[in-house]
């Protein structure tokens, strides 16, 4: 499940989704087609009548938004998950190889492991011996990731606040036509046709709203779910990069490490000159 996002099962849901709203949309226009506009208010009974015979290109728009908006919550859903970000088997063998010192090894295997906490490893592994560098690395790797995590689901978000707004759109046009049809009959209309009218209209902004209602709550719990597991998978990660680091190499007798300040020598202690000593004068010898 971790390769789901390029993986097979993603492309045979998207598939899954179109037929089955193919399959909903067309099966109620092959039976409209014999009874025209008579049968039109027939079906129009009920609310899922009324939206099959307000089929347009609003319709349509709102559909495939809807369709991909339902792929991007189920595939948030599975791969935003703990064994998927952060799995329990991939941070032991990563454990294993930093115990071992295998880390030719670790590096390869970061290399191509795909979870959040290997792909926050491996710069850093590429920038040793320095800590700084790798921590800085790793630093990097990081914001990338929750960054690119964020921007997967950020589209939810925008297909929530698209809802509502194509939704109008569609309402406002289904007014105009309504508004016209009483026009064009003398201001004659029946008050059941200028109902049934404006009825076709509001279905766009239903349809808007049970677009961006779901999609705007999986927005948020995403969110959520992204912002926890990814923190907690940068602590782990961080936990990881301190156990290299003590074997990184350490500075021998006499020899400098590698970015070390020198030491100032000592200065000399100042020497007080000292005035040659007197002789002492003997009483009666002569000087």
């Not at 009548?49 to 919550?73: E, H, K, Q, Y």
């Not at 290399?111 to 792909?119: G, H, K, L, M």
């Not at 925008?158 to 064009?184: C, H, Q, R, S, Y």
């Not at 400098?256 to 100042?270: H, I």
């Amino acid at each position: 499940m971790s390769g789901y996002a390029n993986s097979r099962l993603r492309q045979a849901l998207l598939v899954t989704l179109c037929l089955g709203a193919l399959f909903v949309i067309a099966v109620p226009g092959f039976a409209q087609t014999a009874g025209e506009k008579g049968n039109e208010v027939t079906q129009a009974r009920s609310v899922f009548g009324l939206i099959m015979v307000n089929r347009d290109p609003v319709f349509f728009t709102i559909v495939a938004l809807s369709i991909w908006g339902l792929t991007l919550i189920i595939q948030g859903f599975l791969v935003n998950r703990p064994s998927i970000i952060m799995p329990q088997r991939t941070i032991e063998t990563i454990r294993e190889m930093i115990a071992q010192r295998r880390f030719k090894e670790l590096i390869d295997f970061t290399e191509t492991d795909p979870s959040f906490v290997s792909r926050a490893l491996n710069p850093a592994l590429k920038r040793a011996p320095s800590f700084n560098s790798m921590k800085e690395a790793m630093e990097t790797a990081i914001g990338e990731q929750t960054a690119d995590q964020f921007r997967k689901i950020e589209y939810l978000n925008i297909i929530g606040n698209l809802g509502p707004l194509l939704g109008l759109l569609g309402t406002v046009i289904g007014m105009i036509d309504a508004f016209l049809e009483l026009n064009m009959s003398g201001g004659n209309a029946s008050p059941a046709n200028l109902a049934y009218g404006i009825s076709k209209a509001l279905v766009h902004t239903m349809l808007g709203l049970l677009l961006a209602v779901p999609c705007l709550a999986a927005f948020g719990i995403l969110r959520t779910l992204v912002d926890k597991y990814t923190v907690r998978a940068s602590m782990i990660a961080e936990e990881l990069l301190l156990m290299i680091k003590p074997a990184e190499a350490r500075p021998t007798a006499g020899v400098m490490r590698p970015g070390a300040l020198p030491q100032p020598a000592p200065a000399p202690s100042p020497q007080i000159p000292r005035k040659p000593a007197q002789p002492i004068p003997v009483p009666g010898a002569q000087m």
